[in-house]
């Protein structure tokens, strides 16, 4: 099976060509421009070092969130288009899960912490399981990173951007138990979304491309003034 993964949740994007489990191809790009702009391009030229056609892919794998607004509408929007061109199904992962996948060998709760502004984070726990992606124990929150530490005691590992944002909290909460993870690790790579979401075929969840939207976990900026301008 080929899996065409895309993520453009935060700054960086990532695009990846698997078949199966097997990494064919990978691009990620951190240079600062819109992902409106780049995205479709990218994904073309990875179609093509990787010798494949549009047509050839059997799935697309594309992160849904949480993360940027404007990032997961591309993301998602790009998708849909790919995906109803040629009828090909798709599924939706997780940011934090494709984040906290990175660190699958852990020994310790794995934290994933994504920038969401305004002194807070995006965020979830993870517990490692063998030979598997790391299982969801506390859900995804978009909180002050403070308080989303307050129930936890125990050693955890984090990573992301949000958890270098915030290392000095983190540290004043857990000063005996906070560990991060090693910079290269702090990214979301399509190539982690690509594998979860041939897992996540295989159990048989996909979205409908008629109604699926991204996960936000709060209303963007635009929306929080309409319903505050109704409100008056």
Same mark, same amino acid.
């Given at each position: 099976?080929l899996i065409l993964?895309s993520?453009?949740?935060?700054?960086?994007?990532s695009v $990846?060509?698997l078949?199966?489990r097997t990494?064919? @191809?990978?691009?990620?790009?951190?240079? =600062?421009k819109?992902h409106? *702009? &780049? /995205?479709?391009?990218?994904?073309?030229?990875l179609?093509?070092?990787?010798?494949?056609?549009?047509?050839e892919?059997d799935?697309f794998?594309v992160?849904?969130?949480?993360?940027?607004f404007?990032?997961?509408?591309?993301? $998602?929007?790009?998708?849909?288009g790919?995906?109803? @061109?040629?009828?090909?199904?798709?599924? =939706?992962?997780?940011?934090? *899960? &494709? /984040?906290?996948s990175?660190?699958?060998?852990?020994?310790?709760?794995?934290?994933?912490m994504?920038d969401?502004?305004?002194?807070?984070v995006y965020?979830?726990l993870?517990?490692?399981e063998?030979a598997?992606?790391?299982?969801?124990i506390?859900?995804?929150?978009?909180?002050?990173?403070?308080?989303f530490?307050?129930?936890?005691?125990e050693?955890?590992?984090? /990573?992301?951007?949000g958890?270098?944002?915030?290392m000095?909290?983190?540290r004043k909460?857990?000063p005996?138990?906070?560990h991060?993870?090693?910079s290269?690790?702090?990214y979301?790579?399509?190539?982690?979304?690509?594998?979860?979401?041939?897992k996540?075929?295989?159990?048989g969840d996909?979205?409908?491309?008629?109604?699926?939207?991204p996960?936000?976990?709060?209303?963007?900026e635009?929306e929080?003034k309409?319903k505050h301008?109704?409100?008056?």
């Amino acid at each position: 099976m080929l899996i065409l993964a895309s993520d453009t949740s935060t700054k960086t994007a990532s695009v $990846a060509l698997l078949r199966d489990r097997t990494i064919v @191809a990978e691009s990620f790009i951190n240079i =600062g421009k819109n992902h409106g *702009e &780049t /995205l479709l391009p990218e994904i073309m030229d990875l179609l093509s070092s990787g010798n494949t056609t549009l047509d050839e892919i059997d799935l697309f794998a594309v992160t849904i969130g949480p993360g940027s607004f404007t990032g997961l509408r591309v993301g $998602a929007s790009t998708v849909k288009g790919l995906a109803f @061109a040629t009828g090909r199904p798709v599924v =939706g992962v997780s940011t934090l *899960e &494709t /984040l906290a996948s990175n660190l699958s060998n852990s020994l310790i709760a794995i934290c994933p912490m994504l920038d969401a502004r305004k002194g807070e984070v995006y965020t979830a726990l993870y517990r490692p399981e063998k030979a598997d992606f790391p299982k969801e124990i506390v859900s995804e929150e978009v909180m002050d990173p403070g308080e989303f530490l307050e129930g936890v005691d125990e050693d955890v590992i984090f /990573l992301g951007d949000g958890a270098v944002s915030y290392m000095d909290i983190i540290r004043k909460r857990l000063p005996d138990k906070s560990h991060f993870a090693i910079s290269h690790l702090n990214y979301i790579r399509a190539s982690s979304a690509g594998l979860i979401g041939l897992k996540k075929f295989r159990d048989g969840d996909t979205l409908d491309l008629l109604t699926f939207t991204p996960r936000y976990l709060r209303v963007s900026e635009a929306e929080a003034k309409g319903k505050h301008s109704y409100g008056k």
